[in-house]
């Protein structure tokens, strides 16, 4: 059985960093393209970043030069550095994984990010 445990989020002020972290486990993790979306109140889920297994990464809008996505395939987890928070970042932040050859896809419980003063 897939499982994702994510942590990190929480409260930040503008300006402020988090680290958002997600551990796999049930899946063969190398084999997966992972990334972080995120889902503001009434709006549609977005892609953040993503990793494929061989280490390309892609940054949706917003995020490039303001966070970093990285992967540990031996621990089996994917972070998302966040630096510069400002409060439109505010949303549910949602780990994922997609099989790099079959149409597999999974999503973490997500975790709140909040970014106010």
């Known amino acids: 059985q897939v499982q994702f445990v994510e942590s990190g989020g929480g409260l930040v002020q503008p300006g402020g960093s988090l680290r958002l972290s997600c551990a796999a486990s049930g899946m063969i993790f190398s084999i997966y393209a992972m990334g972080w979306y995120r889902q503001a109140p009434g709006k549609q889920r977005k892609l953040v970043a993503a990793i494929t297994s061989g280490g390309s990464i892609n940054y949706g809008d917003g995020a490039k030069g303001r966070f970093t996505i990285s992967r540990d395939n031996a621990a089996n987890t994917v972070s998302l550095q966040m630096n510069a928070l400002r409060p439109e970042d505010t949303a549910v932040y949602y780990c994922?994984?997609?099989?790099?050859?079959?149409?597999?896809?999974?999503w973490g419980q997500g975790t709140q990010v909040t970014v106010s003063s």
């Open positions: 994922s994984a997609d099989h790099e050859l079959l149409a597999i896809h999974y």
